[in-house]
T-cell receptor, first 115, second 116 residues
Framework: DQQVKQNSPSLSVQEGRISILNCDYTNSMFDYFLWYKKYPAEGPTFLISISSIKDKNEDGRFTVFLNKSAKHLSLHIVPSQPGDSAVYFCAASAVYGGSQGNLIFGKGTKLSVKP | DVKVTQSSRYLVKRTGEKVFLECVQDMDHENMFWYRQDPGLGLRLIYFSYDVKMKEKGDIPEGYSVSREKKERFSLILESASTNQTSMYLC???????????????FGNGTRLTVT
């Protein structure tokens, strides 16, 4: 059973416009959410994170929004650039018995930003 | 900057061979992880280690083992390679155990393993 779902395998956006990548989760115990970006033939790199006590975190062109009641988070990239073309993974972790659990990843969304 | 180095970018092995995938990190992180990435399945955790000589099973440990003899090195072992282990293997390290928001995972560039 998927606990972290990225329902859109791919997304295509024009350069300069906004990219919105979505992620849904089922486990209400998740307390940390992260986004990773992966280029072909490279390992994923950490992009941005958000704690469950917040509803927004911003870092330059990247903003992550968290809606706990809907168990939904989204990554906004504004403005989108061709160099943003990559696979984006949503990940989450929860606290079990006082210890933070391991990250659970979604299946990824491939973003293509067209010049 | 954290550097996680995987010794091979590409490997081709035959069914039944014993395969070693090596990973070294240079940031003195205690926590190291092995994932595999497959199309449509995302990243799945195979094994992780919180300390030297310590190992814990992840979500898909079957067919794999690991070795952590030194803090900086974490090896993934395929005891008898099978075709369904053809995949991209990613090693990662982190300062804290989970790779959560205040201590994200740092990944190597991956090893593309093909088992024929």
């Amino acid at each position: 059973d998927q606990q972290v779902k990225q329902n859109s395998p791919s997304l295509s956006v024009q350069e300069g416009r906004i990219s919105i990548l979505n992620c849904d989760y089922t486990n209400s115990m998740f307390d940390y959410f992260l986004w990773y970006k992966k280029y072909p033939a490279e390992g994923p790199t950490f992009l941005i994170s958000i704690s469950s006590i917040k509803d927004k975190n911003e870092d330059g062109r990247f903003t992550v929004f968290l809606n706990k009641s809907a168990k939904h988070l989204s990554l906004h990239i504004v403005p989108s650039q061709p160099g943003d073309s990559a696979v984006y993974f949503c990940a989450a972790s929860a606290v079990y018995g006082g210890s933070q659990g391991n990250l659970i990843f979604g299946k990824g969304t491939k973003l293509s930003v067209k010049p | 900057d954290v550097k996680v180095t995987q010794s091979s970018r590409y490997l081709v092995k035959r069914t039944g061979e014993k395969v070693f995938l090596e990973c070294v990190q240079d940031m003195d992180h205690e926590n190291m992880f092995w994932y595999r990435q497959d199309p449509g399945l995302g990243l799945r955790l195979i094994y992780f280690s919180y300390d030297v000589k310590m190992k814990e099973k992840g979500d898909i440990p079957e067919g794999y083992s690991v070795s952590r003899e030194k803090k900086e090195r974490f090896s993934l072992i395929l005891e008898s390679a099978s075709t369904n282990q053809t995949s991209m293997y990613l090693c990662a390290s982190s300062l804290f155990p989970t790779g959560s928001g205040n201590s994200p995972l740092h990944f190597g560039n991956g090893t593309r393993l093909t088992v024929t």
